[in-house]
């Protein structure tokens, strides 16, 4: 097959972890026969200091003409002083709206191999922790509008949070199909004791689940499921919550799997063509050091092939080179622990290429 893939590489550790990642997909290609043609689109701080502006048209263009789009992390100091409407961030969100992804999916998944990495006590973690967190993208108070004035001689700030039925909907159908692939259980995270929207949102999710008789729903408060992800992440399959809540749950579920520097998403709208991503940011303070961990990356291009290319063994083959390596000691700064063999970004890359 041949596949279009635009590259985001970034600010930061960016350029060095996108850089494994694309190695990676190479060696995918070799072994499997496709050709993955990549397209440079600059986003983020790089292209505020080349272009004035965090996503550039010809950057949005590259992405919208990909088959999907590989990012590493946009952002830093260097930029903190830019006006709210031109930071990098900004880059992000006019990309994902503009691309129409809707869904964030998030697996938190620990490795065998890393469960020492775990901050969970150790009887927790020994039931496991394998859950996928399906986050709404594009609504919510992210996306409302924020405001800030002066009333009474003080400052008052507005953001205001607002969801359509058909903006659930959709995402709740890719959590109950998500589900049916997995233990068949959704959890549905809402604050349905204070706000309209969780009130509109557990209404519609429970009427979405109607379609899915063989998938169990329940239904929890935001705050609880906060403490049941440390208490017994265990319970979990397929969690799904709006944007907010899911930008601070997927946080902490992923904390409790390890290290940060391991952990992919996607972004998906209608179609295969998605944005695939590590979770962490530019880490500024290991950046051009070679010191940064490529697995979350290398991850998200596996994700890239099970679900934008449909290329399910190739992905396969991807998380079986990375759990080889993990088994064979290998470990970068982040994962590091006593006997293991620590690498750097470009040795813990070529280790990975050399296992497909
Ligand atoms: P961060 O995720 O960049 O870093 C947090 C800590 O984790 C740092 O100590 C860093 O060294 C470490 N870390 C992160 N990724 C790592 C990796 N792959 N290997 C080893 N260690 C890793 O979060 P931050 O410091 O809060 O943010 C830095 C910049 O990144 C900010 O400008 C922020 O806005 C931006 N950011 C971008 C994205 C994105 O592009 N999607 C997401 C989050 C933050």
């Not at 890393?114 to 927790?124: E, Q």
Request: with cysteine; net charge negative; aromatic share 6%.
């Amino acid at each position: 097959m041949n596949k279009t893939i635009a590259v985001i590489r970034g600010d930061g550790i960016g350029p060095e972890i996108v850089g494994e990642a694309i190695g990676v997909l190479d060696a995918v290609a070799d072994k499997f026969g496709h050709a993955f043609i990549y397209q440079e689109a600059p986003m983020g701080g790089c292209a505020i200091d080349a272009f004035g502006v965090p996503l550039p048209e010809s950057s949005l263009h590259t992405c919208l003409q990909a088959d999907s789009v590989l990012l590493g992390a946009v952002g830093g100091p260097r930029w903190d002083a830019q006006p709210p409407v031109n930071r990098p961030e900004r880059g992000l969100l006019k990309l994902r709206e503009a691309m129409g992804l809707y869904t964030n999916i998030r697996p938190a998944r620990m490795f065998a191999d890393l469960s020492a990495a775990c901050p969970l006590r150790a009887d927790i973690a020994a039931r496991g922790i394998d859950f996928v967190v399906v986050r709404e993208l594009i609504g919510g108070v992210y996306f409302g509008s924020h405001t800030t004035v002066e009333e009474n001689g003080e400052q008052k700030a507005e953001d205001i949070m607002s969801y359509a039925e058909h903006e659930i909907r959709r995402v709740a159908h890719v959590a109950f199909q998500m589900a049916r692939k997995r233990r068949r259980r959704v959890t549905s995270v809402d604050k349905a004791n204070v706000l309209d929207t969780s009130r509109l949102w557990r209404k519609t999710v429970t009427e979405v689940a109607a379609a899915y008789p063989d998938v169990e729903l329940l239904h929890m408060y935001v705050d609880n499921a906060a403490m049941q992800i440390v208490r017994d992440p265990s319970q979990f399959d397929v969690i799904v919550t709006e944007n907010l809540f899911g930008d601070i749950l997927s946080d902490e579920a992923s904390q409790i799997t390890g290290s940060i520097g391991m952990i992919p998403s996607s972004s998906m709208g209608e179609g295969s063509r998605g944005l695939y991503e590590p979770i962490h940011g530019s880490a500024p303070d290991i950046a051009g050091q070679d010191r940064a961990n490529p697995i979350g990356t290398v991850l998200a291009a596996a994700m890239m092939l099970r679900y934008g290319f449909d290329m399910a063994a190739e992905a396969d083959t991807v998380e079986a080179a990375v759990d080889a390596v993990l088994k064979d000691g290998y470990r970068c700064g982040d994962i590091m622990q006593s006997g293991g063999r620590l690498v750097g970004c470009r040795e813990m890359g070529r280790l990975i290429r050399e296992r497909i």
